[in-house]
């Protein structure tokens, strides 16, 4: 009987330690700042939600990084952006037969014109 007792006590233990492990993890994403107001309790997930809406979206226009890259791989040395619109992205660099340009259009992705 004394064994049995033993054995439901150590079950019911490691049931409250299961059901508290959860709780402790839960509890790292508050922070507790100290300042000129006195203490305060901040949320680190707050604006989650926001910042993985436009990581989803991704950026909107052509990057002009992204165009000189493409610029280059294409084989135009010395590539610099000389002009950005609404509408379009001009990169211009030099070939073995002189100057080239090289038209983007302002989208995600960068697509040649």
């Known amino acids: ?52 809406r436009y990581d989803r979206r991704g950026p909107r226009g052509c990057d002009p990084g992204d165009a000189l890259d493409i610029a280059r791989s294409e084989g135009l040395r010395r590539a610099q952006v000389v002009r950005m619109s609404p509408r379009s992205v001009v990169v211009q660099g030099m070939t073995r037969r002189g100057p080239e340009r090289m038209i983007f259009a302002n989208r995600r992705g960068c697509p040649e014109i």
């Open 1 to 52: 009987m004394r064994k049995s007792l033993q054995f439901i006590l150590v079950g019911l233990a490691a049931m409250t330690g299961s059901t508290i492990s959860p709780t402790i993890a839960a509890a790292q994403n508050l922070e507790l700042r100290v300042g000129p107001g006195g203490v305060g309790v901040y949320d680190r997930d707050r604006d989650r939600d926001r910042y993985d």
